[in-house]
């Protein structure tokens, strides 16, 4: 009889060591056989050893299977998580490179809008040199006009004293009274000669007056 064969059929059947014993004592297989089922019954015992084994190590593998489950579940949900963060990270990047734009665009502009001012600001300078250049130019034809005011203000004054001083001297050597008496040969009358005098003597006083006043002005 196959040994495989006899193996397996007992396996099928549930054979057991008692049962063993039962058939030993029938004698009916004879001294073969017994020796086939005891090398059956070894080859048992040592396939029953190998499957204890194996779901021991079986139910090893299904704790570590538990075990790699709950940490692929914690992975799971840390990469998950992450995503989530590199999604809002990714979303803050792309707000910082549209402030950074609109901040890129604005100094364009504040620098045009400085580089302006600085032109203005040195247009103005220009103006202010021009301008100053200008009064310093009328300042001096000022000083001049004054200088020349004065100097022509002095020599009125010497012309008035000198002009006073002649009709003084006129009138003391008698000059308007030697023309009153011709008055045939001047064919003017001593009334106009007075007048005439007397004008002569305004317009005088009249020119110191406004030199006067010229003088207190300044």
Known sequence: MNIRFIVIALVLTGFTVPGFAALKKSGSSGGGNAAAIMKAQKMIQQYKSEADRANAELAKLRKENEKLAKENKRLQKTI????KELQYAAGSLQ?????YNNLQ?????????????IEKFRETITTLKQ???E??????????????????????????????????????????????????LTQLSQVQIE????????????????????DEHK
């Open 105 to 117: 665009e604005r100094m364009v502009t504040m620098q045009g809008k400085m580089q302006e001012l």
């Open 195 to 214: 007048n005439m005098i007397q004008d002569y003597r305004d317009i005088i006083d009249d020119l110191k007056v406004e030199l006067v006043a010229r």
């Open 135 to 184: 009064r310093n130019l009328a300042n001096s034809r000022l000083k001049k006009s004054e200088s020349q005011l004065l100097s022509c203000a002095q020599n009125n004054v010497k012309l008035y004293d000198t002009n006073r001083e002649l009709l003084g001297q006129y009138e003391s050597k008698g000059v308007w009274a030697a023309l009153k008496q011709q008055e045939p």
């Open 80 to 83: 998950s998580g992450k995503q």
């Open 131 to 133: 301008t100053e250049a």
């Open 95 to 99: 707000n910082y490179k549209g402030g």
